[in-house]
C-alpha cells in the first residue's frame, strides 16, 4: 500500500445550513420528528424558510462537517460533493477551503440550486433538519476524484448519499476504488430515518463493503431490526472490522471483532445546538485512527470534537480542535 | 403628540455579516486597525474574503441589530434600509422580519449587490469590521417611510449613514420629519474612523437635531476633540438632552443637564465576539426609555443586552432578551 497522500477523503452533500431557534409548538405545527432529518423539495423549503425564525447560514453538510474536523485536528482531509456556481456554493467552497480541506471538485453550471438545510434547534439544543438536496442530486461516478481517494487511507461516507438518485453508484465505486487501492472504507448511518429508507442496501454495504462504520444507538437498532442495544453491537461484530456506537450523554462503544472499548463521554461547558456532534465525533475517530492511536484514544478524541461542537450553534468547529486535544494529553 | 405607533424606528445600513476567527497576524498583514469598521470596494472585499477563514453569515447592520434586539424585548420597532433583490438580502429580510420588526422597504431591482461586512474576530474576542456598503448607497430622502417616522416615539440613525453619499440628505430629513411630528430623534456615533471622517457634520447634528446620543469612550473623546473623557462628558452635557455614553468593561454613563448616571457593567457568562455590544446596549436603553423607566433602569436594560450578545458569535440575540429582562427583574 502506497503512502497515503490524506489522511481522510470525504464523499457526501455539499450543504449550506441555516440554524434558527424554534419551540416545540413550531415542530408539532409542521409534523417534525425533533432530531431527525427529512427531506424536503424547494417548494416546501421555501414555505418553511418564511415561518421560522431568524437564522444563522453556515456550511454544513454531514460529511464535509468530519473533514472540517479533521483539518482543524491537524490532519490532511479532502472533500467531494456537488454545489452550483451560485452564492452558496461560493460560501461553501470559501469555508471548506480555508479549513484547509482539499476541495477540487467544479461547481455545475446549470441544474439545481445548492443544498440547504433548514435546520431548528429547539431550547433542549436538539436539532431538527430540513433538507432540500438541490445540487446535490446530479453527483454520480464521473464526479470521483480518483487520485483523492486512491490516495486517502480512509474513505469516508454518509449514508445520506443514498437519498439521491445518482449518488449511490458513485458511493460503491468510491468503496470499490478505496479497497482496491489498498484503503479502507468508512460509513455514517446518518439518521434513522435514513437507515429506514435503504436498510437492505445499508445491510449488504455494512456486511461487504465497510471497514468502519459509524452509527448512533438508533440508528444501529433501527439497521438489525431490534430494540436491544447489545444485540444490535453483537450483530454489528460480524459485519464489519470496527463499529464506533454513540450515545450521546452515556458515551460511545468501539465494537471489534476481538474487544468492546467504552468511552466516556466528555462533558461540554454548556450544551447550544447539538447539530454536527455525531459528524465531529467521527473527525476525531478516524483522525486518532489514521494516526495509529489505539481506539480508546480515538474514542476520546471524538468525545472531545463532539464535545466543542454542541457548545455553539453550527457544525463547524470555532476552536482549533488540535489545540483542544494538545490540552487534553491527546495530540 | 399622537400615540406612537412603533417604539423605534430605525434608519441605517442593511447588511449581512460574514463572521470569521482571525489571529492578530492576520490583522497585521491587511494592516487593519483592530476594534474599528472600515469601508471596502467590491475588490477589495473579494480579496479579503478568499483569504480569510471560514465564516458564519448573519443578518447585521448597527441599526438593524438594535431594532432587532427592541423586538427581542418586546418592544414595537421598524426597520428604514435598503438592500438588493439578491439572496443576502433575502436573508436579511427573512432575517428582520422573523425577528419581529417591520421592514416594509422593497428591494432594489438593479444596481450594487446587498452590502457585505467582513468581521474578523480576535482570540481576545475584539471585532474588525470590513464593510463593502453595496446598495446600502443607494439610499436617499424618497425611501424614507413617514408613516413609520411619524409614527415612532423615537427614531434612530446611524452615523455610518454618513456614508453612503445620499443617505446623509435622508438622515437630516428623518430628523426634521421626527421632530415635526413632535417625536424624539437619537444618533449612534457608530465608529471612531466615522467621526474622525464626519466630526463636523456630526458635531452640528448632535447640537442641533440629536435628543438622545450614544457613543463609547473613543468615539466621544474624538468628536470633541480630547483625550480626557470627563471633559468629553462635560461638552456634550450642553449639547444634547441625553447621552448614553458606553465604557466597556467599565461599565456606562448617561449623562444629561442636570444629572449624571452611573451604569455598573453586566458581566457576561464568556465573551466570544464582541460584534454587536454597542448595538444591543442601544436596545436596551432606548426600549427601557420609550417605556417610561428610569435613566439607570434603562442603562441596566442596555447593560443586559450587551452581555447577552456577546456571549456568541453574531449581533442578532440568540435568547429572547424581553425572558432576560425578567430574570433580572427589569421587564
Redo the contacts between chains.
Keep these: 500500500m502506497a503512502n497515503a497522500t490524506l489522511d481522510v477523503v470525504g464523499i457526501g452533500n455539499a450543504v449550506l445550513d441555516v440554524i ?2 424554534a419551540d416545540e409548538a413550531f415542530l408539532r405545527k409542521h409534523r417534525l420528528v425533533k432530531g431527525t432529518m427529512r427531506l424536503v423539495d424547494a417548494k416546501e423549503a421555501e414555505v418553511l ?2 415561518e ?8 454544513g453538510g454531514s460529511v464535509a462537517n468530519t473533514m ?1 474536523g479533521v483539518a482543524s485536528l491537524g490532519g490532511r482531509a479532502g472533500f467531494i460533493g456537488k454545489v452550483r456556481d ?3 456554493g461560493q ?1 461553501f467552497r ?3 477551503t ?2 484547509g480541506v482539499t476541495y477540487r471538485m467544479p461547481a455545475a453550471s446549470s441544474g439545481p440550486a445548492t443544498a440547504r438545510c433548514l435546520i431548528l434547534v429547539t431550547p433542549d439544543a436538539q436539532r431538527t433538519m430540513n433538507t432540500f438536496l438541490g445540487a446535490c442530486v446530479e453527483l454520480g461516478p464521473e464526479d470521483l476524484d480518483r487520485e483523492l481517494i486512491e490516495g486517502a487511507s480512509v474513505t469516508y461516507l454518509e449514508g445520506y448519499l443514498f437519498d439521491p438518485p445518482r449518488a449511490k453508484a458513485a458511493l460503491r465505486q468510491a468503496a470499490a476504488m478505496a479497497h482496491a487501492a489498498g484503503r479502507k472504507v468508512s460509513l455514517s448511518l446518518s439518521d434513522p430515518f435514513c437507515v429506514e429508507r435503504h436498510r437492505a442496501d445499508f445491510r449488504d454495504l455494512v456486511k461487504h463493503h465497510v471497514d468502519i462504520l459509524f452509527a448512533n444507538e438508533i440508528e444501529i437498532c433501527s439497521l438489525y431490526e431490534t430494540k436491544d442495544f447489545d444485540a444490535a453491537a453483537k450483530a454489528v461484530r460480524g459485519d464489519c472490522e470496527i463499529a464506533v456506537l454513540t450515545r450521546s450523554a452515556a458515551g460511545s462503544l468501539v465494537v471489534t471483532p476481538g474487544e468492546h472499548v467504552a468511552i466516556a463521554p466528555q462533558m461540554a461547558t454548556r450544551v ?1 445546538d447539538t447539530t454536527g456532534a455525531g459528524d465531529l465525533y467521527a473527525s476525531g475517530f478516524l483522525f486518532g485512527l489514521t494516526r495509529g492511536r489505539p481506539l480508546a484514544d480515538c474514542g476520546r478524541l471524538g468525545s472531545l470534537c463532539a464535545a466543542e461542537i454542541i457548545t ?3 457544525a ?1 468547529p ?1 476552536a482549533n480542535l488540535r489545540d483542544l486535544a494538545k490540552a487534553a494529553g491527546l495530540a
Excluded: K, L, N, T
Excluded at 52 to 59: A, K, L, N, T, Y
Design positions: 434558527a431557534h424558510y418564511g421560522m425564525g431568524p437564522g444563522v447560514e453556515i456550511s472540517a451560485d452564492g452558496p460560501v470559501h469555508d471548506i480555508s479549513a447550544v455553539h450553534v453550527g463547524r470555532e
